[in-house]
Nanobody, 117 residues
């Protein structure tokens, strides 16, 4: 599985960005996709995830501001980020997970999101 992430950038607080993650390869093994982020000096955290059945989950700090969605025809997952805050600044990583034992998680390249005051 290959993941190609895009859409990061610099935005002022209160602004919006949309991240995209296009999956290719053996995508049939994917059970869920998500976005993680890692800020300098902090551990990587799961921001949002979506299963193949459309079930979503969010970390509390982004609930009501971020929306994860998927376009199955394009094998792409999106993260719409609204009302961005400086504390959202991080490198965001796309992730693909399989529930099959022994299959590792797949990661896209990180994309930088910087929110200025």
């Amino acid at each position: 599985v290959q993941l190609q992430a895009s859409g990061g950038g610099l935005v002022q607080a209160g602004g919006s960005l949309r991240l995209s993650c296009a999956a290719s390869g053996s995508i049939f093994i994917i059970d869920a996709m998500g976005w993680y982020r890692q800020a300098p000096g902090k551990q990587r955290e799961l921001v949002a995830s979506i299963t193949t059945t459309g079930r979503t989950a969010y970390v509390d700090s982004v609930k009501g501001r971020f929306t994860i969605s998927r376009d199955n025809a394009k094998n792409t997952v999106y993260l719409q980020m609204n009302t961005l805050k400086p504390e959202d600044t991080a490198v965001y990583f796309c992730n693909a997970h399989s529930d099959v034992l022994g299959i590792p998680d797949y990661w896209g390249q990180g994309t930088q999101v910087t929110v200025s005051n």
